[in-house]
């Protein structure tokens, strides 16, 4: 099991990369260089950054089932099997066009199963309400004091946002694992919003016919 990001398959549920701009921080740092990641995720494309120990824009894992998009990626030297960060975008296809499904019932889903994983350890925060580039968002933080997969035990914790595209639906999450602990763990707010600024700059694109990667008009605008 690969923590969460299993969870949230199982929901049903789309991950995706979208742009922060009017919503969280943007927190760029000279000192700290980026590499971009934009890629096509069904009806729009997607950007955003990786942190320096991201050292390739190549994915971990990606998968595109054609109604599902994921992909994740870990720390180079590190696996899906043991790792301490993971990003992960997905996306579902069509969903915002369902009038019952809206971000925060979409996250309300995930942290509720995230929840069963460590039901005795579980904390959440949400810094609620969002606007990526002017589509409706809502970020979501939870953590798991204790989660146990197999004979491993490990604290978990995650910032979720979701995002409802012009016809997907689209979350970007960053996922960190530890030491696991009996208590529940207070949540740092300020410590997860700055993690996910990390991801920065973070965009939302209209695909362009015929252009092929690097696309350009995503990432250089």
């Not at 943007?26 to 320096?52: C, G, I, Y």
């Not at 369902?98 to 039901?119: E, I």
């Not at 004979?151 to 409802?164: D, N």
Request: glycine share 10%; proline share 8%; charged share 20%.
């Amino acid at each position: 099991m690969r923590g969460l990001q299993r969870l949230v398959r199982g929901c049903g549920v789309l991950l995706g990369t979208i742009g922060l701009s009017g919503g969280l921080p943007a927190l760029e740092s000279p000192a700290e260089p980026h590499l971009a990641v934009v890629t096509p995720v069904f009806t729009q494309l997607v950007m955003f950054s990786l942190p320096p120990e991201f050292k390739s824009p190549k994915a971990t894992y990606e998968k595109n089932s054609g109604s599902f998009y994921i992909r994740e990626q870990v720390p180079d030297g590190e696996t899906l099997g043991k790792w301490s960060r993971m990003i992960t975008l997905s996306g579902t296809r069509g969903l915002a066009t369902n009038p019952n499904a809206t971000p925060q019932a979409m996250l309300a889903r995930m942290s509720g199963d995230f929840q069963r994983n460590c039901p005795d350890s579980f904390s959440t925060a949400a810094p609620g309400p969002q606007k990526v580039e002017g589509y409706d968002a809502y970020e979501v933080i939870v953590s798991c004091g204790r989660a146990q997969s197999g004979k491993e035990t490990y604290g978990e914790s995650a910032i979720m946002l979701t995002v409802k595209g012009s016809n997907d639906y689209y979350t970007l999450q960053w996922t960190e694992r530890g030491r696991d602990s009996a208590e529940i763990r207070p949540i740092d707010v300020a410590y997860w919003t700055k993690q996910l600024a990390r991801l920065s700059p973070i965009r939302l694109c209209p695909i362009v016919p015929g252009e092929a990667a690097p696309y350009s008009s995503c990432a250089r605008r």
